[in-house]
């Protein structure tokens, strides 16, 4: 009798980027150099705050000794190498903001794509055992509610909600911030139906600030 061997969940399996070791070098650079208090950790919508969200950035986190760790395109299992890699060497931040797996959403299973952000979490967890992962849900995409994606995030969330522990894992799912009455994302806030514009990111800062005020104390 043959044995098959069972598949690979390819959203666990730390990967480096395509063309970005030069941002994640400059990551570890920045982590050598210690004195990070709160890092967001994540893909192209956690790098927006270095463009969209900006000025919010300048205004709350910066004083907060703050850093971002975002690169576009990072898919669950990049993410991961990452930190395997050297972007939490040196630092033991009080925070870490985690928001990722919507790149995988498309290639993985709402399981699998949990198991990637399980992953991570365990990582930092690992690593940096003093450090509170605030762990935000997928957030929505697409314009239409009864488009399939917006049921595979829902599915995705209600998996990684369950890490939530009350101590050091707190889970934040702010998707219906975002949404008309009726579910719709208006352009308004996401112009591409996937990508925060300044009020996007303004939503998103006021949503999690008196947790934020909590953990850093």
Do not use: C
Request: charged share 25%.
């Amino acid at each position: 009798m043959s044995l098959t061997a069972a598949p690979v969940n390819p959203a666990v399996v730390p990967t480096s980027g395509n063309s970005w070791q030069v941002r994640h070098d400059s990551f570890n650079a920045i982590a050598s150099q210690g004195g990070i208090d709160l890092l967001f950790l994540g893909d192209s919508i956690t790098d927006g705050w270095n463009r969209q969200g900006k000025q919010i950035w300048a205004e709350r986190y910066e004083p907060l000794k703050a850093a971002n760790f975002g690169i576009g395109g990072d898919k669950t299992e990049n993410v991961l190498w990452r930190l395997q890699n050297g972007n939490l060497d040196g630092i033991r931040p009080k925070v870490v903001v985690l928001l990722v797996g919507t790149n995988n959403i498309f290639r993985d299973t709402a399981p699998e794509i949990a198991e990637g952000v399980t992953a991570i979490v365990k990582e930092i967890r690992t690593r940096s055992p003093s450090t509170k992962v605030l762990l935000f849900g997928i957030f929505p995409r697409n314009q239409k509610p009864d488009e399939p994606v917006r049921a595979k995030i829902t599915a995705v969330n209600n998996i990684i909600a369950k890490l939530e522990d009350g101590r050091e894992v707190f889970f934040f799912d702010i998707g219906k911030k975002f949404l008309e009455p009726d579910g719709t994302l208006p352009k308004s806030i996401m112009g591409d139906s996937l990508h925060p514009n300044p009020v996007g990111y303004q939503i998103w800062a006021d949503a999690m600030q008196g947790k934020l005020d909590e953990l850093l104390k």
